[in-house]
């Protein structure tokens, strides 16, 4: 069981980027999924999450209007839309599956973790 995050880079800021995160089996499309970031020298924050089928979705303050998590089924996969790219923005996101979530922002609920994509944004 496995989640491979991918699309991270270097982009300038009020840039755009778009993550994803595959999962290695169907299984996951029933699990609520979610965006995590790790900045050096931050904890780890929740930055998206998203339920079954996209039934909702939650984000974090930092970034609600300018991210959008979306979910394909079908291809296993969970997207993370990011425009207006802020240099605060920059980090390793990491993306997570979890069989029962109650607080989507909550990192310890997660059951499974991919390992995580860079992304820099330059000023």
């Known amino acids: 069981v496995q989640l491979q995050a991918s699309g991270g880079g270097l982009v300038q800021a009020g840039g755009s980027l778009r993550l994803s995160c595959t999962a290695s089996e169907r299984t996951f499309n029933s699990f609520p999924m979610a965006w995590f970031r790790q900045a050096p020298g931050k904890e780890r924050e929740f930055i998206a999450g998203?339920?079954?089928?996209?039934?909702?979705?939650y984000y974090a303050d930092s970034v609600r209007g300018r991210f959008t998590i979306s979910r394909d089924d079908a291809k296993n996969t969970a997207y993370l839309q990011m425009s207006s790219l802020k240099p605060e923005d920059t980090g390793v996101y990491l993306c997570?599956?979890?069989?029962?979530?109650?607080?989507?922002?909550?990192?310890?609920?997660?059951?499974?973790w991919g390992q995580g994509t860079l992304v820099t944004v330059s000023s």
């Open positions: 997570a599956a979890g069989r029962t979530i109650r607080d989507a922002s909550r990192s310890r609920e997660y059951d499974y």
């Open positions: 998203i339920r079954w089928r996209g039934s909702a979705t």
